[in-house]
């Protein structure tokens, strides 16, 4: 693996072999009616057919896979808002060790229930008081366990961006891709395969208007840190961007488009009535940019990553009635 900040396409390449046959290579499907609407041929990656619903499963295995024989006895830890719960939960028992997973009081409880049905010990914080990084960091030093991060490692990048990897290998050269951005590792990974493949692909991001954090930092040329976003796109709730996704993204990322929860709701809607999937908020963000015309100058073939599905009856109706 080269050096954190300098993920490649080998080790993408490198991440796709080795968790084949272990995670899903997800469908792409198309809709004449989304093509109309965008104005462009859209190709959609559907992340929320992965296992656990969501693309955290790529990273979460990639990496901890590759824990020595020590590490996997002693078990794994991880902090998160759910996805990567729940991904390194199933990682874990595919491995035959167990978990203990980090996560906020106000976590869905579908994915609550999800993660401790993958056999996982579940701790909980107070994601506006609380630091998640220092408790998950001492939870795991205290206990003797490997930590994997939801973002912030080499391997759980370049397992991410397998799936546009596989996008792309499906549909041939795309113009630009669109992809969600929380804590930046699904962008990182994504846009690390797809200008590897073509340097002319613009990779476009898209975070909730209240947890602009990226798009700040991009302008600003640095990390910026923001209060914690009260938005229904509870995975992309992150204040501060990642230290080593940020090194990637600054490089490789043209550029990031924000979305209200209302546009949100209406891509989800979108999403369930016209293409008859289920997409959680964070995974519908991406499409919501489109939808809403939120990126200037689309070009003709697009990819988009609709990145989860996690999320409980109860809370999909609330949400498309609210």
Do not use: W
């Not at 991904?87 to 409880?109: C, K, N, S, W, Y």
């Not at 002319?200 to 302008?219: C, F, H, Y």
């Amino acid at each position: 693996m080269t050096a954190p900040s300098l993920v490649t396409l080998a080790d993408v390449r490198e991440a796709a072999a080795h968790i084949k046959g272990v995670a899903h290579r997800t469908p792409v499907l198309r809709s004449r009616t989304l093509d109309e609407l965008v104005g462009a041929e859209v190709f959609v990656k559907c992340e929320n057919f992965q296992r656990i619903g969501a693309f955290k499963f790529r990273g979460a295995y990639n990496a901890a896979s590759r824990l020595s024989a020590d590490q996997v006895a002693r078990g794994i830890a991880a902090y998160s808002s759910g996805n990567h719960a729940q991904a390194v939960a199933l990682a874990a028992r595919e491995l035959g060790t167990t978990a203990v997973i980090l996560m906020p009081e106000d976590t869905p409880r579908s994915k609550r229930e999800a993660t401790a049905g993958y056999g996982a010990e579940i701790v909980t914080y107070d994601r506006y008081t609380g630091d998640r990084v220092a408790i998950g960091e001492a939870l795991a030093t205290d206990r003797g366990l490997a930590l994997i991060p939801p973002y912030e490692h080499p391997h759980v990048i370049a397992g991410q961006g397998t799936a546009a990897l596989e996008l792309i290998e499906e549909t041939g050269d795309l113009d630009a891709l669109v992809v969600p951005v929380g804590g930046g590792g699904l962008i990182a990974g994504s846009a690390t395969a797809a200008k590897g493949l073509r340097s002319a692909t613009r990779v476009i991001g898209v975070e909730p208007e209240n947890g602009d954090d990226t798009k700040r930092s991009l302008e600003a040329g640095r990390r910026i840190s923001i209060p914690v976003p009260r938005t229904i796109a509870d995975g992309q709730a992150a204040d501060t961007p990642g230290e080593l996704t940020f090194a990637v993204n600054r490089r490789l990322v043209d550029g990031i488009a924000l979305v209200s929860d209302e546009q949100i709701r209406d891509a989800m809607r979108f999403a369930f009535e016209r293409m008859k999937l289920v997409v959680e908020p964070s995974g519908a963000s991406a499409l919501a940019a489109l939808l809403a015309h939120r990126i200037d100058r689309l070009p003709r073939r697009v990819g988009v990553i609709l990145s989860g599905g996690n999320i409980g009856a109860e809370r999909f109706t609330e949400i498309l009635g609210g």
